[in-house]
């Protein structure tokens, strides 16, 4: 079993800055890349951060520059740090993990429960 645990999510004003962090558990043998989707009201979920286990990242045009996708290998821990806030924003922010659970199992994505962030005055 793997769980994907999200915290931090909130209410924020525009122009402000939030850290979500989500934590992986479980039957674990390796994590390869890990990263954050959102998904708003009557929208699709897209993605909008990646980071590989060696650490590249990369990021969709709309967050580019304002949102910072990091992790902790030793923690199985990923944090997205999202800077100049804008109402647009506001999703219900997932994270992923693509996961073997052991050295010749499959990868599978596993997804977080989702936290809500909310940008609004």
């Known amino acids: 079993q793997v769980q994907l645990v999200e915290s931090g999510g909130g209410l924020v004003q525009p122009g402000g800055s939030l850290r979500i962090s989500c934590a992986a558990s479980g039957s674990i043998f390796t994590i390869y890349d890990m990263g954050w989707a959102r998904q708003a009201p009557g929208k699709q979920r897209d993605l909008v951060a990646t980071i590989t286990r060696g650490g590249r990242t990369s990021y969709p045009g709309s967050v580019k520059g304002r949102f910072t996708v990091s992790r902790d290998n030793a923690k199985n821990t990923v944090y997205l740090q999202m800077n100049s806030l804008e109402p647009e924003d506001t999703a219900v922010y997932y994270c992923?993990?693509?996961?073997?659970?052991?050295?010749?199992?499959?990868?599978?994505?596993?997804w977080g429960q989702g936290t809500q962030v909310t940008v609004s005055s």
């Open positions: 992923y993990a693509d996961i073997t659970r052991c050295s010749s199992c499959a990868t599978s994505r596993y």
